[in-house]
């Protein structure tokens, strides 16, 4: 079997958190998977453990803040693995900080990474499927895409861009007729080392909002989103709760959040006065997929399988009405 004949995945962000839980979800004999971001010793330990698992590893250290890194590691991974069939968006920054403390240089960092990270990842992407009328790119989005929260500015308002520019490219490949599909999953808070390196000018650590998921949940919800046209996935009761708080009571959560968002994002313990963040840098070391949540964190939610089934759950919902009603008219035949 030639290489062309492989699997060819691409993850971004796949050294720790999330990204390194989809590597793991991915992995499997004759997998060929290209490893993106900037701390090579997690990427390393990352292509461990897919030659570990039957698979071909491609290390690729670079900023996905820079397109012509980016398109030039497209480029080679078309080369040495094959055409590429799929590409996962997972790599971000962030910083918790109130807007008015946090610097120009900062908010435009985050941006440049949570956004135009992913619009350079897709453009990647889709310059190589669009002409062979194949493959799928999964944006990797947040409750927050919906709902910004307090400290959390820039975060939020590129995961709202990135909804945005969903809706935008999906319409042009579907007017165009193109089999290559874009997808997005909409995660709630995670269990990733994100929470001891992530900027924050806070006098306590940073820690998720309400109790978080695992990373191995948001990993089973962006392999699935890779092979089924699904347009979005939203993952978890919690995402959906802020969503649907934010439609029906915007100006309501607004105040609610005032309230509690400040101290709900942030842990007992004080901020290290040593503490490394990996806004400009990685932070040395692997880190794998977990962060120090794991005595809290959700393993499974049930939300996840009714997105999957909501078709047999329809249709199920809907021959037990019709059922009901032929039942209650036989009765009134009576």
């Not at 993952?235 to 802020?242: C, F, I």
């Amino acid at each position: 079997m030639t290489k062309s004949n492989h699997e060819v995945v691409v993850i971004t962000g796949a050294s720790a958190g999330v990204g390194r839980a989809v590597v793991r979800e991915f992995a499997r004999p004759g997998i060929k998977i290209a490893l993106i971001a900037r701390g090579l010793d997690g990427l390393e330990a990352a292509a461990r453990e897919v030659r570990e698992a039957g698979g071909e590893a491609l290390v690729l250290p670079l900023d996905v803040a820079d397109f012509g890194a980016v398109d030039a590691a497209a480029e080679r991974i078309e080369r040495e693995l094959g055409a590429i069939d799929i590409w996962v968006n997972v790599a971000f920054a962030g910083v918790l900080s109130r807007f008015v403390d946090m610097s120009m240089a900062d908010y435009e960092r985050v941006t440049r990474v949570t956004y135009l990270g992913q619009v350079h990842g897709t453009k990647a992407a889709l310059q190589r499927m669009v002409p062979r009328n194949r493959g799928s790119v999964v944006l990797v989005g947040s409750a927050l895409a919906y709902r910004g929260i307090p400290l959390q500015s820039a975060y939020s308002g590129a995961k709202h861009a990135i909804q945005g520019f969903h809706d935008a490219i999906r319409s042009e490949l579907l007017h165009d007729g193109s089999n290559v599909h874009v997808s997005m999953v909409q995660l709630p808070g995670v269990n990733t080392p994100q929470f001891d390196w992530i900027k924050t000018d806070l006098p306590k650590k940073p820690r998720p909002a309400s109790p978080p998921y695992q990373p191995e949940v948001a990993a089973r919800a962006i392999h699935w989103a890779a092979r089924h046209r699904r347009k979005s996935i939203k993952l978890g009761w919690p995402s959906l709760e802020a969503i649907w708080g934010d439609r029906l009571a915007s100006p309501l959560l607004d105040r609610y959040l005032a309230r509690t968002a400040f101290s709900g994002q942030q842990d007992k313990e004080p901020v290290s006065p040593d503490r490394q963040n990996n806004l400009y840098e990685p932070v040395p070391g692997d880190h794998g997929a977990h962060g120090r949540f794991d005595e809290t964190a959700r393993s499974w939610t049930s939300q996840f399988w009714v997105t999957r089934h909501r078709l047999a759950i329809g249709a199920g919902l809907a021959l037990t009405g019709l059922g009901a009603l032929t039942a209650m008219l036989r009765d009134r035949r009576k």
